[in-house]
């Protein structure tokens, strides 16, 4: 039986907490010691249209800004002071800083920490994972478990990092085949830390990540994203958004007939798609075109892969060209030696919605029985998957 003081300060709790309004804006203040005075920060979502949640200046190395998030958003934190040197004639280029980091923000009072603008990641290129332990967040749940798989995965994220770099610059085969290892690693890191920590919008944002190219995944991989989320209700559009990609995403699993289609030869016959592709073997067919600088580029890649395996697969090229004397012109050029042909009007409308084929270079990889098995668009993808052939 409780006892009448016990039930009065329960009853104490109830009401403080019943009367308590969950607060329906955020309030984000900032530490960044070494920023230039009146350097721009503005806060985005990263969503598909990047949109502006609030902006400020940093004065004496504080910044406060405020805005709403109806639930837990990942944003992308902003600092631009170049128009500051710009406008007082700075000419140490080295001294502008343009930094962009991300985290989650959800309403409430939003506390950012670092020691040094300078210790923060800078954008794009220049960006590296290793600075991720510089800065905090604090106030926001969604930040603390989303810190937690930053941390863990820091290492695992920058090699891939490093080795993405690495073999743009070289090319070598073995670099892509280490990178698709710890592409893996992260992959299997990124579904079980989803699997222990039930938190809905850190785990949308982390499974955007374990989207993979058309082609390059089957069902039952699908499959395994959706059990990510099973016990999830649809309780806002983006879980929703995630059930609907996956049910699109079943049209491109590995093992799709590939459609035929009328071609040119370069000598104006009009043949059919399928009849070209190589008898009781796998065909490589490169979709590309005259103004495409990347896939003329690939070319000498694919010209070493025909050497290698061009007595036991077939190559076709397949060009999507609007002008045939461009395409008559690029053939001249590049004296290519496996079969070229120019897509028909219809076939060239149909390869997005049916192999979702929305840049070029694109190499379809097609086995013995007419089945699409792969999509890639770098020659270390098809290379790594010639050799396993």
């Not at 002071?81 to 923000?105: A, N, T």
């Not at 800065?135 to 891939?160: K, V, W």
Request: aromatic share 12%.
């Amino acid at each position: 039986m409780i006892k009448m003081k016990h039930l009065s300060s329960l009853l104490l709790l109830g009401l403080i907490a019943c009367n308590q309004k969950q607060t329906d804006h955020f309030v984000l203040r900032g530490t960044i010691p070494g920023a230039t005075d009146s350097t721009e920060i503005i806060l985005a979502s990263n969503g598909k249209y990047h949109k502006k949640i609030a902006e400020g200046y940093i004065i004496n190395g504080k910044f406060e800004l405020r805005g709403k998030a109806d639930q837990p958003v990942y944003c992308r934190l902003c600092m631009n002071d170049q128009d500051i040197l710009d406008r007082v004639e700075s000419k140490k280029q080295e001294q502008r800083r343009y930094m962009e980091i991300g985290f989650f923000v959800e309403n409430g009072e939003l506390t950012f920490q670092t020691s040094h603008i300078d210790s923060l990641p800078k954008s794009f290129w220049q960006y590296d994972e290793r600075k991720e332990k510089n800065y905090t967040l604090q106030g926001s749940d969604a930040q603390n478990i989303f810190y937690r798989y930053q941390q863990q995965t820091i290492p695992s994220r920058y090699r891939i990092h490093s080795l993405n770099n690495t073999y743009r610059e070289k090319g070598n085969i073995e670099d892509f085949k280490t990178l698709s290892s710890e592409r893996a690693k992260l992959e299997e890191s990124t579904k079980n830390f989803i699997r222990q920590n039930q938190n809905l919008a850190v785990n949308l944002y982390l499974v955007e990540q374990l989207k993979k190219e058309p082609f390059t995944y089957d069902q039952a991989y699908l499959d395994v994203l959706a059990g990510l989320f099973a016990s999830y209700q649809d309780t806002c559009a983006t879980l929703k958004e995630f059930r609907q990609y996956l049910r699109d995403a079943q049209a491109f699993v590995q093992g799709k007939a590939l459609e035929n289609g009328e071609m040119t030869t370069p000598a104006g016959k009009t043949v059919s798609l399928l009849a070209q592709l190589k008898k009781e073997g796998y065909t490589v067919i490169d979709f590309w075109a005259s103004w495409c600088g990347p896939c003329r580029a690939s070319f000498p890649h694919l010209r070493e892969k025909y050497r290698l395996y061009g007595e036991k697969i077939g190559f076709i090229s397949l060009s999507v060209d609007k002008d045939e004397k461009e395409w008559q012109k690029a053939l001249g050029e590049e004296k290519l030696p496996w079969p070229q042909f120019l897509a028909a009007k219809e076939l060239v409308k149909n390869v997005g919605s049916l192999y979702n084929i929305t840049s070029i270079p694109t190499f379809l990889l097609i086995d013995p029985n007419g089945k699409i098995i792969f999509s890639g668009h770098s020659n270390g993808e098809l290379e790594t998957e010639l050799a396993k052939l």
